[in-house]
């Protein structure tokens, strides 16, 4: 594709339910990240998958976030009993795959927690 | 473990004036280091980045930066602002040293260019 996709854009849900969260990044792309924005502040990383392995998970902030690759094209945030602290833009970029290569962004899913 | 600063939450600068947005990093090996600029409820566009060789680098939209091991700094600079260069810029940093190690982003700097 042309860019990095990212659906949906916006996402409001209760507190305690599952999202989903979906990432097809450029066709090719090895290299997949995941990050989280809040509201006035710079993206802070989650994960990092080279191919289908998630080479860095560090930034995962706990147990309740999960992120899959199963094919190493598509990737999908998982984040389980939301609460309302996780409210906050998820971002996802994509890579040739290389370690000085440049990340290209997606738009970003809103996701709301009522 | 790297690190990302952006000492100034917000710059303005008049229509005309040349701009800076200052970025200092800490790595425990030698950096890539990036800018992106983000424009309201859009994602980041990648502006610029540093690699190896020259230490300024030039990029898109007029922009440069220039790397400077030293003083562990990457400000962004353009030499004529424009309004249309209101946005937030982020300053990014990964450590070429040891590739698993992700991307850190800096807080961001909100550019206001008044005309």
């Known amino acids: 594709g042309a860019g990095v996709s990212q659906t949906p854009s916006n996402k409001v849900t209760e507190k305690g339910k599952y999202v989903e969260l979906r990432c097809d990044p450029i066709s090719g792309h090895t290299a997949l990240y995941w990050y989280r924005q809040s509201l006035g502040q710079g993206p802070e990383f989650l994960i990092y998958?080279?191919?289908?392995?998630?080479?860095?998970d560090s930034g995962l902030p706990n147990d309740r976030f999960f992120a899959v690759r199963p094919e190493g094209s598509v990737s999908t945030l998982k984040i389980q009993r939301t609460e309302r602290g996780d409210s906050a833009v998820y971002l996802c970029?994509?890579?040739?795959?290389?370690?000085?290569?440049?990340?290209?962004f997606g738009p970003g899913t809103r996701l709301l927690v009522l | 473990a790297q690190s990302v600063a952006q000492p100034e939450d917000q710059v303005n600068v008049a229509e005309g004036n040349p701009l800076t947005v200052k970025c200092t990093y800490s790595?425990?090996?030698?950096?890539?280091l990036f800018w992106y600029v983000q424009y309201p409820n859009r994602g980041l566009q990648f502006l610029l980045k540093y690699i190896t060789g020259d230490n300024l680098v030039k990029g898109s939209y007029g922009f440069e930066a220039e790397f400077n091991k030293s003083q562990t700094s990457f400000h962004l600079k353009k030499p004529s602002a424009l309004v249309s260069d209101s946005a937030l810029y982020f300053c990014a940093v990964r450590d070429r040293d040891n590739y698993g190690q992700n991307f850190v982003f800096g807080p961001g700097t909100r550019l206001s260019v008044l005309p």
């Open positions: 790595v425990s090996g030698n950096p890539y």
């Open positions: 970029a994509s890579s040739p795959g290389l370690a000085g290569e440049t990340q290209y």
């Open positions: 998958f080279q191919g289908t392995g998630a080479a860095d």
